[in-house]
């Protein structure tokens, strides 16, 4: 993955990367002090009506030792995506699938509300 580099606060307001799976589309951005960070990025999942905005403070703090990505999932923050026939468990694995499409190191979780039951969802069944 090639990480943003010009982390600030406004830069959560842009318009995300966005990444589509099985016709799912994932909602995204990647920051980090280095463009090819090979280090595990931090994978913030906010609650089913946070923003990326969210999560201006955690980002920042985050960044000085580990990459940092935010996810929306298809009914999920910015994404509208709706997915009613989601399950939490087919939601998890979207998580997985994105991980392993972006080739990405082994992922830690940190989620908000809705998300940190994706979280803990996601580490389970993807250890």
């Known amino acids: 993955m090639r990480y943003r580099t010009?982390?600030?606060?406004?830069?959560?307001?842009a318009a995300p990367a966005v990444l589509e799976l099985d016709g799912w589309q994932l909602h995204y951005q990647a920051f980090s002090s280095q463009e090819d960070d090979p280090r595990p990025p931090v994978l913030l999942l906010g609650g089913a009506f946070q923003s990326?905005?969210?999560?201006?403070?955690?980002v920042s703090e985050l960044l000085a030792g580990h990459p940092v990505i935010l996810l929306d999932l298809p009914?999920?923050?910015?994404?509208?995506?709706?997915?009613?026939?989601l399950?939490?468990?087919?939601?998890?694995?979207?998580?997985?699938?994105?991980?392993?499409?972006?080739?990405?190191?082994?992922?830690?979780?940190?989620?908000?509300?809705?998300?940190?039951?994706?979280?803990?969802?996601f580490a389970a069944r993807h250890p």
């Open 6 to 13: 010009d982390y600030s606060a406004q830069s959560l307001t």
């Open 52 to 58: 990326f905005r969210s999560f201006a403070s955690e």
């Open 75 to 85: 009914s999920q923050g910015g994404n509208l995506q709706l997915a009613p026939q």
């Open 87 to 121: 399950s939490l468990e087919d939601l998890a694995d979207l998580i997985a699938a994105f991980a392993e499409t972006l080739q990405l190191p082994p992922l830690m979780p940190i989620g908000l509300s809705y998300g940190s039951a994706l979280a803990a969802l």
